[in-house]
């Protein structure tokens, strides 16, 4: 249960970051409350999995999965520019978030 809901947090990390970019400094009220819900969320989240996973390995992957997830969105919206150097790069943070996985 605690990995399930430490990829959710990462999940949520990522809406909670798309969100504050989209918030444009906290002057557009929707993606402000986004942010605030999504990063409580995403926080409870990441405390509840640290009780049974190590602080090391839950902390890694939860920004793993959600600088990922973040980028990824960026490029299919066009706010970013696609690459095969990032894509490499995005799929070896993807490799060594599922590494610290099976190594648990």
């Not at 390995?57 to 600088?67: E, H, K, R």
């Not at 299919?76 to 610290?100: D, M, Q, R, W």
Request: proline share 2%.
């Amino acid at each position: 249960m605690s990995w399930f809901v430490l990829v959710v947090s990462g999940v949520l990390e990522a809406v909670w970051a798309t969100a504050l970019d989209r918030s444009q400094g906290f002057s557009r009220l929707g993606p402000s409350v986004l942010f605030v819900v999504a990063l409580a969320l995403s926080m409870a989240g990441l405390a509840y999995a640290m009780r049974e996973l190590p602080v090391g390995t839950s902390y890694a992957v939860w920004v793993g999965i959600g600088a990922v997830l973040t980028v990824v969105y960026a490029m299919v919206t066009g706010a970013e520019s696609v690459s095969l150097v990032k894509l490499l790069l995005l799929a070896g943070i993807v490799g060594c978030v599922v590494g610290l996985k099976l190594a648990h």
